[in-house]
């Protein structure tokens, strides 16, 4: 039952944080406006690179935004987890202050 449940967990997670990388953060001016950006500072960096050196930049890239997407979805599971404790935590205040 512990399995099902934390197989699932990973899989909403994975499913979420897809879903607004896919959704939520290309409507975002500000991180549109950043890619142009990184897009724009990659093609000079391959520019003063030689082309033989190519695929190093290219493994650094996949690399971090690797890294990138596994903080991402750490950090989203601890907001998760910390919600689920933030909740129980409330509702013990709450029924507490029911008592008074």
Excluded: W
């Amino acid at each position: 039952m512990i399995k099902s449940l934390r197989t699932y967990l990973y899989d909403f997670i994975a499913m979420r944080t897809e879903e607004i990388g896919n959704n939520v953060l290309k409507q975002d001016e500000g991180y549109r406006e950043l890619s142009k950006e990184l897009q724009s500072l990659l093609k000079e960096i391959f520019k003063c690179v030689p082309i033989d050196r190519h695929p190093t930049i290219f493994s650094y890239e996949e690399k971090e935004q690797a890294q990138l997407a596994l903080a991402i979805e750490i950090m989203y599971r601890q907001g998760l987890i910390d919600g689920v404790f933030l909740n129980r935590r409330l509702s013990v205040v709450m029924e507490n202050e029911d008592e008074f």
